[in-house]
């Protein structure tokens, strides 16, 4: 780690009172958690199109549920990393006046760390929704009762409380975020590679609002061209860096 980079990072956000934090699949990585683009990623085993889609549902919810059961059984053995623990540390501990994370991850895993303001952009899988009476509610059964599981209300097919592709993110997450990042004065974005939107154009859109951007990855992204400071490195080794720098 850059000795220098870290000091300026530290010195920025020493100095800001409104912080966003921007996370993706790298920040669970260090839990156990496969990314979706990396080299054992979702993506390079299974096609999102099969997968992730109200098409696929369509098609096979047997499918669907059977990969979403696999990933809440894995998530469910996992932990919160020191990434997710030094953030929700930082929130609990009021370092800042406003401190929010946006996160595209669906595990749950900032808010089993202790994190309260979590605005959870592509919805959350321990959630299921009804396709009949689109009643919506916790399920943290591990494994599921049946696949596909059905609703208690009305015997409808129940999915998965998850955004996929092709559909809307939800608004009051949605509307939230861009607020949060127009008045940010510094956004921290951490293991995402960027490419997925709408999450992929809050940094700019922080940037052209005034925000600094300090990026956290293992390797560079479309982000790392306009971001104000990139620390190379694993999320959970660089932010108890930052932290030591800061406290
Ligand atoms: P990706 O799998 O696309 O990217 C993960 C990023 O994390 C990459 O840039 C890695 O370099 C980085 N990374 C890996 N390990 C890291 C570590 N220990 N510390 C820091 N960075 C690390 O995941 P996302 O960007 O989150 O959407 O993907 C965005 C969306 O695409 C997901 O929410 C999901 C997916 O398809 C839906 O399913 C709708």
Same mark, same amino acid.
Do not use: A, E, P, Q
């Given at each position: 780690m850059d000795e220098k980079l870290l000091k300026d990072a530290a010195s920025v956000l020493r100095g800001s009172k409104n912080v966003v934090v921007l996370t993706g699949a790298g920040i669970s990585a260090e839990s156990g958690i496969p990314t979706?683009? !990396? /080299? %054992?990623g979702w993506w390079k085993r299974y096609r999102a199109e099969e997968l992730a889609t109200p098409e696929a549902f369509r098609r096979d919810p047997k499918l669907v549920w059977e990969w979403y059961n696999y990933r809440r059984e894995i998530i469910h053995s996992k932990k919160p990393n020191r990434a997710h623990i030094i953030l929700s540390k930082w929130e609990n501990e009021g370092k800042f006046e406003n401190f929010t994370i946006i996160t595209q991850?669906? %595990?749950g895993l900032h808010m089993r760390s202790g @994190? /309260?303001? &979590?605005?959870?952009l592509h919805g959350d899988i321990w959630k299921v929704r009804c396709t009949g009476c689109y009643r919506e509610e916790y399920n943290f059964d591990v494994p599921l009762k049946e696949i596909p599981p059905r609703c208690s209300n009305c015997n409808s097919l129940l999915r998965p409380g998850v955004v996929w592709f092709g559909e809307s993110l939800p608004q009051f997450e949605l509307e939230r975020s861009f607020r949060e990042l127009e008045r940010c004065d510094l956004l921290i974005v951490i293991g995402? @590679? !960027?490419? &997925?939107y709408p999450a992929a154009s809050m940094p700019q859109y922080a940037k052209s609002h005034g925000s600094k951007i300090i990026e956290i990855n293992i390797e560079k992204t479309p982000i790392t061209n306009y971001a104000h400071i990139f620390l190379k490195g694993k999320a959970g080794e660089i932010l108890p860096l930052l932290d030591g720098e800061i406290s």
């Open positions: 979706f683009r !990396g /080299k %054992d991850n669906v %595990d @994190s /309260k303001n &979590v605005l959870c995402t @590679s !960027g490419i &997925v």
